[in-house]
């Protein structure tokens, strides 16, 4: 089975904190993604890659960024960490496929973030 | 742009009783579509697809969705509830005829079964 791993389930931070979110598959899945999930609004994706040190924008990606070194590992970066960016963060992982298979994403168990 | 509507955004029905969530989407060409569950808190599994072919495809759970291009839509459907499927459902499209990877998710039906 394919397991994507957030490394904490809960964080709480201070405004202006510098905040790391960790991912990691263990699957040798070659694209990544980045998702933050609030009531009403669903899924959004802020950010993705489909390589190692290879990144693209999603929909929101103002005040994050992502770093990955090593092709199992996606890091969300919150520079400075602002209240608006309280929310249930997910991450994502899937295999560089032909057709629809390439679009099947697993998913992570998420990271509950209070920005205080 | 691409974009996937879930009309209802909350759902109750009673354990026993059939269920359908709705999902449309807005897509030129044929869409690869997606329907994921996700548990409280809880990640997102994927419980079906639809790549092409048969309209009707079956899935994990009992679940299965129908793909009707007349009405741009694929949705969800389940025979008998389960007190076990209270969960939030989120229908999905992949955009630009999935060429990028990512999906467009909608914004989510919550299922409430009652006993």
């Known amino acids: 089975d394919v397991k994507v791993t957030q490394s904490s389930r809960y964080l709480v931070k201070r405004t202006g904190e510098k905040v790391f979110l960790e991912c990691v598959q263990d699957m040798d899945h070659e694209n990544m993604f980045w998702y933050r999930q609030d009531p009403g609004l669903g899924l959004r994706l802020i950010y993705f890659?489909?390589?190692?040190?290879?990144?693209e924008k999603g929909d929101i990606p103002e005040g994050y960024s992502v770093s990955r070194e090593k092709k199992e590992r996606f890091s969300l970066i919150l520079e400075s960490a602002s209240t608006n960016q309280t929310s249930m963060y997910l991450c994502?992982?899937?295999?560089?496929?032909?057709?629809?298979?390439?679009?099947?994403?697993?998913f992570g168990a998420g990271t509950r973030l209070s920005v205080l | 742009a691409q974009s996937v509507t879930q009309p209802d955004i909350h759902i109750t029905v009673s354990e026993g009783a059939s269920l359908e969530l709705r999902c449309n989407y807005s897509?030129?060409?044929?869409?690869?579509l997606f329907w994921y569950v996700q548990s409280p808190g809880q990640g997102l599994q994927l419980l079906l697809k639809?790549?092409?072919?048969?309209?009707l495809v079956q899935g994990i759970k009992g679940f299965e969705a129908e793909f009707k291009r007349s009405q741009s839509s694929f949705n969800l459907r389940k025979p008998s509830v389960h007190w076990s499927d209270a969960a939030e459902y989120f229908c999905a499209v992949a955009p630009y005829g999935g060429s990028q990877g990512n999906l467009i998710f909608g914004k989510g039906t919550k299922l409430s079964v009652k006993p």
């Open positions: 994502a992982s899937s295999l560089m496929a032909t057709g629809g298979a390439k679009n099947i994403q697993y």
């Open positions: 897509y030129g060409a044929t869409p690869y």
């Open positions: 639809y790549f092409s072919g048969d309209t």
């Open positions: 890659s489909y390589d190692v040190k290879m990144k």
